[in-house]
């Protein structure tokens, strides 16, 4: 008999937008403070883009930029548009970047980077507000598009982390589209074709084509110290990622991003392997919490030790992180057949 045992496994709300954040459905005045006049005019711009519901509407490309999550790093560096970060809040793993990246990144003034018991950044809109930014990348729990428009500040979250969240299954079209949509807001369309093509470039060469049966895959997002388990659907980037290396995702047919899962439901579907994702700590702390759970040696993954364990932008949300995700998960349990 299965011993029902939930996932020893926490969520962090800033990393993952599990918990619901406001998302209002108002138009968002054009960002405030510039480097330019406010009556001049900027060629190509207004420029308006639907996120989460909202309207946000850019008179320029913005010039003060305040991080609040990692997950833009990568886009703003291929666009050419990392210097207008201006701060940053929050956990910035150097294992995502290259080293002129992360030389980069050390120079930006950060707000703070600890997170709450729950996960949660430890950050108040008001000491975001008085940095007086013209746009703000993440919507963590405490904040709000209309506290944040009030003072003239646009905001953008992640599409993949709005409350209604995406109307079907994430690809990787969610990645490109990303980066068209910086390009817009920034002005440098050409450098987000350019991106865009490298990027579909690599993802066509990373895609298997099995030849006999494909092997199955869970994603799981465990930590160390209790919570409720967690497994990624289909309308998460875990779901592409991997089919694109050759895996069939065992919770593929659930409608949902990330959803609560007991390890009985996983012994159930027993994949072959499992992906593991975390935020920050030792990687071998959070496979422990997997490996060491009562009932878990009955799954394949754990007695093959077929288990694979990475941070969490690696795969979700879709960013060109997603990309040196499905690589590494190649490298790592090789073609998937």
Same mark, same amino acid.
């Given at each position: 008999?299965?011993?029902?045992? @939930?996932?020893? /496994?926490? &969520? ?7 918990? *619901? !954040?406001? %998302?209002?459905?108002? +138009? ?116 709000? @598009?209309?506290? /944040?428009? &009030? ?7 992640? *599409? !993949?982390? %709005?409350?209604?969240? +995406? ?121 422990? &919490? ?48």
């Amino acid at each position: 008999m299965h011993v029902r045992k @939930r996932l020893l /496994l926490l &969520a962090p709300v800033l990393a993952l937008g599990l918990m *619901p !954040v406001a %998302c209002g459905n108002e +138009a968002t005045p054009a960002a405030g403070p510039s480097t330019g006049s406010s009556n001049e005019a900027v060629a190509g711009f207004p420029v308006t883009i639907d996120n989460c519901g909202a309207k946000v509407t850019f008179e320029r490309p913005p010039e003060r930029v305040i991080l609040l999550e990692s997950a833009p790093v990568t886009i703003f560096k291929g666009l050419g548009v990392l210097d207008k970060v201006v701060l940053r809040a929050g956990a910035f793993p150097p294992a995502y970047f290259d080293d002129e990246t992360n030389t980069f990144i050390e120079k930006i003034e950060s707000l703070g980077e600890d997170l709450d018991s729950s996960g949660h950044l430890k950050l108040s809109q008001e000491t975001v507000i008085a940095k007086e930014p013209d746009l703000v990348m993440g919507l963590p729990d405490g904040f709000t @598009r209309e506290g /944040l428009a &009030a003072s003239g500040i646009n905001a953008l979250m992640q *599409p !993949v982390y %709005c409350p209604e969240g +995406a109307p079907g299954a994430t690809t990787f079209d969610d990645i490109y589209g990303q980066v068209e949509t910086y390009g817009k807001i920034f002005g440098r369309q050409k450098e987000a074709a350019a991106m865009i093509d490298t990027l579909q470039e690599r993802v066509t060469k990373a895609t298997v084509r099995p030849t006999g049966k494909k092997r199955t895959a869970a994603v799981l997002f465990p930590t160390v110290g209790g919570g409720s388990g967690y497994a990624y659907g289909n309308k998460s980037m875990s779901h592409p990622q991997l089919e694109a290396a050759g895996f069939t995702n065992v919770f593929g047919d659930v409608n949902e991003r990330v959803f609560e899962v007991t390890l009985e439901s996983i012994i159930d579907r027993d994949p072959d392997v499992l992906v593991l994702l975390y935020v920050d700590g030792d990687p071998k702390a959070v496979k422990h &919490a997997i490996v060491k759970l009562p009932g878990a040696n009955d799954l394949r993954a754990v007695k093959n030790d077929a288990i694979l364990v990475q941070l969490f932008n690696f795969t979700e949300p879709p960013t060109p992180l997603s990309v040196d995700g499905l690589e590494r998960i190649e490298q790592h349990f090789g073609s998937g057949t």
